[in-house]
Nanobody
Framework: QMYLVESGGGLVQSGGSLRLSCVAS????????IGWFRQAPGKEREGVSC????????YYADSVKGRFTISRDNNKNTVYQQMSSLKPEDTAVYYC???????????????????WGQGTQVTVSS
């Protein structure tokens, strides 16, 4: 069983920055992907970014490219999402999730992910 805990959400003005953290535990291998997803009120959950542990590649939704950066710390138990130039449309609950069989997965497809955190709220005011 894997456990994921997000933190770092909050209220920020448009153009501001936040860094989300996802602390993971219960991993039994170094072969996984961690993704960030978000769900705005009345909208479906969507993929935002992904980090694949086995080759270090990253993926981003077009809506956040150039503004968001996903990274992993050296201890390999925390994944961050640095968010800059935030816009009101970035307002959502942000979730991290883990795909334990990521080799052939679509990295931003939430159906590929097996374990989820509880989410953290990000609100961007205009």
């Amino acid at each position: 069983q894997m456990y994921l805990v997000e933190s770092g959400g909050g209220l920020v003005q448009s153009g501001g920055s936040l860094r989300l953290s996802c602390v993971a535990s219960g991993f039994t291998s170094d072969y996984y992907a961690i993704g960030w997803f978000r769900q705005a009120p009345g909208k479906e959950r969507e993929g935002v970014s992904c980090f694949r542990s086995f080759d270090g590649t990253t993926y981003y939704a077009d809506s956040v490219k150039g503004r968001f950066t996903i990274s992993r710390d050296n201890n390999k138990n925390t994944v961050y999402q640095q968010m800059s130039s935030l816009k009101p449309e970035d307002t959502a609950v942000y979730y991290c999730a883990t795909d334990v069989n990521p080799l052939y997965s679509d990295p931003l497809d939430l159906e590929e992910y097996d374990y989820w955190g509880q989410g953290t709220q990000v609100t961007v005011s205009s």
